[in-house]
């Protein structure tokens, strides 16, 4: 299996499905990672004031989002902190949900950054 990988070696991206669900086509991959992006941009940042305001279903919903957009394109880390995050919050575990949120956020991060590498490009 073919993984992008970040500054650390942390695996970023599963490549194989992301050509999978583009049919090879690079722009469509552009495409989905770029709506990734925006995903990404959008919504983690709501996720710590909406887990502060105790607003779990608000939460789990922002999480469900991003499991499934990043199982679709492949960025199986980001999707397994939201699945956990959704899990947490679907059990009204707010320590789980709080460790999940910064676990999400972490890998969020990440992917951002290998996104935005000179190197992906080249």
């Not at 999978?20 to 710590?48: M, N, Q, T």
């Not at 059990?91 to 460790?99: G, I, P, T």
Request: glycine share 8%; proline share 2%.
């Amino acid at each position: 299996m073919a993984w992008a990988a970040g500054d650390s070696g942390a695996r970023i991206l599963n490549l194989a499905q992301l050509e999978e669900i583009s049919g090879g086509d690079e722009a469509f991959a552009s495409e989905l990672l770029g709506e990734f992006d925006r995903l990404l941009c959008d919504e983690v940042p709501k996720l710590l004031p909406a887990l502060e305001d105790r607003r779990l279903d608000e939460v789990r919903s922002i999480a469900h989002a991003l499991k499934g957009a990043g199982a679709t394109i492949g960025a199986e880390a980001c999707s397994k902190a939201a699945k956990d995050l959704e899990a947490a919050c679907r059990n009204r575990d707010l320590r789980a949900a709080y460790e999940s949120v910064s676990e999400l956020e972490g890998q969020a991060s990440r992917f951002l950054a290998w996104l935005e590498s000179p190197a992906r490009a080249a």
